[in-house]
């Protein structure tokens, strides 16, 4: 199979503060990852694009200086969310590129 | 940019039934997937299809990727209630990115 993990898969953070969430592709190395939004009985909303040794990419609208993306290896992209607002909450999740788009479980993001 | 239409929005069925939900597109995709999502987890790839015309089956699941490559529908037949979640088409064009519909929350009654 393509089993890619996230963690932690629910946080809770106050107001100001960053949190960091890691996916992982247990099975197989993943040159490409992505990061995905989703609100509440929405669809999935493409963040950016994460490369393994290089830069992401970032979509229209997406602030890259408060969503920080390192993509260190071939199995692990972090997301890192900065100086945390309550409007940031929201489900995170990530997929990694084999042959198509395998996702995580998700991530549950609560600013109070 | 590329859009996608996907319909239903919401379906109501009786354990049993079939099911079947669509997705349409305004310009070509080279590439049709169908993922299911449960509450509180991730989408997980149902069928992957890659040419125009092309019918693949998982199980109940039917998938077909149009000729005009502009849509694509997923029937489940015999629905049961794990069944329950919400579908998402995707497709991908030559942007290289995959493109979400709105998603199909598809509840079955036992």
């Known amino acids: 199979g393509a089993v890619v993990s996230q963690h932690p898969s629910r946080v809770i953070c106050k107001s100001g503060t960053s949190v960091k969430i890691e996916c992982r592709s247990l099975?197989?190395?993943?040159?490409?990852m992505f990061w995905y939004r989703q609100f509440p009985k929405k669809s999935l909303m493409l963040m950016a694009t994460s490369n393994e040794g290089s830069k992401a990419t970032y979509e229209q609208g997406v602030e890259k200086d408060k969503f920080l993306i390192n993509h260190a290896s071939l199995t692990l992209s972090t997301l890192t969310v900065t100086s945390a607002h309550p409007e940031d909450s929201s489900f995170y999740i990530c997929?990694?590129?084999?042959?198509?788009?395998?996702f995580g479980p998700g991530t549950r993001l609560t600013v109070l | 940019g590329q859009q996608l239409n996907q319909s239903p929005q919401s379906m109501f069925i009786q354990e049993g039934e079939d099911v079947s939900m669509n997705c349409t597109s305004s310009?070509?995709?080279?590439?049709w997937l169908w993922y299911k999502q449960d509450p509180g987890e991730g989408p997980v790839l149902l069928i992957a299809l890659y040419k125009a015309g092309e019918l693949t089956s998982n199980g109940r699941l039917t998938a077909q990727f149009g000729i005009t490559r502009k849509d694509s529908f997923l029937n489940i037949s015999a629905s049961i209630p794990s069944d329950v979640g919400i579908y998402f088409c995707a497709g991908r064009g030559n942007t290289g990115k995959l493109i979400f519909g709105q998603g199909t929350t598809l509840q079955v009654k036992p």
């Open positions: 099975d197989f190395q993943a040159t490409t």
């Open positions: 310009s070509i995709f080279n590439t």
């Open positions: 997929s990694a590129l084999r042959t198509e788009q395998f």
